[in-house]
């Protein structure tokens, strides 16, 4: 595609509930990451693929926090159980010759829990 | 620990003002900086890149390993240069991302 999709852009839903976000990276780019943004706040790492594995998943916050990527595509991030700290922007971003080339963000789900 | 901190939330300034836009960051080894921009309403996406050396819309960066710092330099503001700004610092497989800067430019 042109650039990285994201699906929803706009989530609401009730604390306790499971929510999946969807991120579509660049055609061809092998890196993917998953970063969250809290109001006010910076941009934090949650996961980085290589492919379809997860060399770097340091920054998921607890085990309600997952994450997939199927085909060197497509990439779900799920969170169970929703608290309302969970309250943020999730970005995702795509890169094909690593770091040092930067980051393709997409325009991020505003997931808000209720 | 690898840190990067932006210490001005907010940078106003008048149009044809000179800005800059601090950064400093801690890390242990050859660091790759970066800094990233988010117009109103638009991804963030890439400004520049500290090895480039390049200059994007009259933005400049030069990373000074003696203080530690990349600060973000533009001789003479513009009003469609208002913004949010983002230093980040690669680490290994990702990007650490400072808090970040808005800067606004007044007419």
């Known amino acids: 595609g042109a650039g990285v999709s994201q699906s929803p852009s706009n989530k609401v839903t009730e604390k306790g509930k499971d929510v999946e976000l969807r991120c579509d990276p660049i055609s061809g780019h092998t890196a993917l990451y998953w970063y969250r943004q809290r109001l006010g706040q910076g941009l934090e790492f949650l996961i980085y693929f290589q492919g379809n594995s997860a060399p770097d998943k340091s920054g998921l916050p607890s085990d309600r926090f997952s994450a997939e990527r199927t085909g060197e595509s497509v990439s779900t991030l799920t969170i169970q159980r929703t608290q309302q700290e969970d309250s943020a922007v999730y970005l995702c971003a795509s890169s094909w010759g690593g770091i040092s080339y930067g980051y393709t963000f997409g325009s991020g789900t505003r997931l808000t829990v209720v | 620990a690898q840190r990067v901190t932006q210490p001005e939330k907010l940078l106003s300034v008048f149009k044809g003002a000179p800005v800059e836009l601090k950064c400093n960051y801690s890390y242990s080894g050859s660091p790759e900086l970066f800094w990233y921009v988010q117009y109103s309403r638009q991804r963030l996406q890439l400004l520049l890149r500290?090895?480039s050396r390049e200059s994007i819309k009259g933005f400049t960066a030069d990373l000074n390993k003696g203080e530690t710092s990349f600060h973000l330099k533009k001789p003479f503001a513009q009003e469609e240069d208002s913004a949010m700004y983002y230093c980040a610092l690669s680490n290994t497989d990702k990007l650490i991302f400072g808090t970040g800067t808005r800067l606004q430019v007044f007419p």
């Open positions: 500290h090895i």
